[in-house]
């Protein structure tokens, strides 16, 4: 199919989405702009190289802008979009600044006023979810949880009562240990969705109660190469207790001894003391 893309484009960064795996999930809209940019900054050139040329694109100037340099290179977009360029950015793979480079360039221009444009496209997040099957009409995108285990089970802790799908990135060597701090936390009855390569050759989605998805991991080496989404199911409402109450009290219990942690929770919402002391044993228990 020939597509005609514009001859120029007006003075703004954009922000453009290029595909997770498959190269053809890409937008007419992002080809356009990729093709009609003064400049494309890419995360890794030799990346963003080989998905040009697979889409016959040729870059009138491709420039490194990763997270080693992204404050420096920040400088020198505002100064190329202040003379009149336009500039296409993009990642690796998926949305710039949503867990890759991209927030702070994106900061530097709309701080002195200038224009950012986003192409949408392709994420992970919003792909990993759309097949996962589980039903919460609400979730939370964490990104990369700490590579420490202790860590790890520090910022899941006060994520246990959260009535929100969780959604979180890992990769390939940390994925094991990974969900063996979800299902000491969360606890092993919860739903959890292991989406895998996702839009790749060896896209794999599989689901399982946290229980069962070690046994699964291991059953198959292949099944821990590649990276993952991960997404576990929204904590179960406690009745009688507001949202707010109980992520006050996860809060609390993560920074201070159980018994302070529930005096202040009782006196900042008001909820009864001796049930916050059950739920906070509970969930010491699990973490």
């Not at 794999?204 to 946290?210: N, R």
Request: glycine share 6%; charged share 15%; net charge negative.
């Amino acid at each position: 199919m020939h597509i005609e893309h514009p001859q120029k484009l007006e003075p703004a960064l954009y922000v453009v989405a290029t595909p997770i795996g498959n190269l053809r999930d890409i937008t007419l809209r992002a080809l356009d702009v990729l093709a009609a940019a003064d400049v494309v900054a890419a995360e890794d050139t030799r990346n963003t190289s080989h998905l040009l040329k697979h889409h016959g694109i040729h870059a009138k100037q491709l420039i490194a802008v990763h997270q080693h340099n992204e404050r420096s290179a920040a400088e020198k977009m505002v100064t190329a979009l202040q003379s009149g360029q336009s500039i296409a950015f993009v990642s690796d793979a998926g949305t710039p600044g949503v867990s890759d480079p991209g927030a702070l360039l994106v900061q530097a221009v709309l701080a002195v006023g200038l224009k950012v444009i986003p192409i949408p496209g392709p994420s992970a997040v919003v792909a990993a979810l759309s097949a996962s099957g589980l039903t919460s009409p609400h979730f939370l995108f964490y990104g990369f949880l700490p590579n420490k285990s202790a860590a790890r089970r520090s910022v899941l802790q006060a994520l246990i009562t959260h009535p929100y799908t969780l959604v979180f990135y890992e990769a390939p060597h940390r994925i094991v240990e990974c969900v063996a701090d979800l299902s000491a936390v969360l606890g092993a009855e919860r739903q959890i969705v292991l989406a895998r390569e996702v839009t790749k050759l060896f896209e794999t989605i599989h689901s399982c109660k946290l229980s069962e998805v070690d046994a699964w991991l291991h059953s198959d080496a292949n099944q821990q190469r590649g990276e993952f989404v991960v997404l576990v199911s929204a904590a179960k409402p406690i009745e009688g207790l507001s949202p707010d109450t109980l992520n006050t009290l996860a809060l609390l219990l993560a920074e201070l001894p159980l018994k302070q942690a529930v005096q202040l929770t009782t006196k900042i919402t008001g909820a009864n003391r001796s049930e916050l002391y059950q739920l906070a044993l509970d969930m010491k228990d699990a973490g």
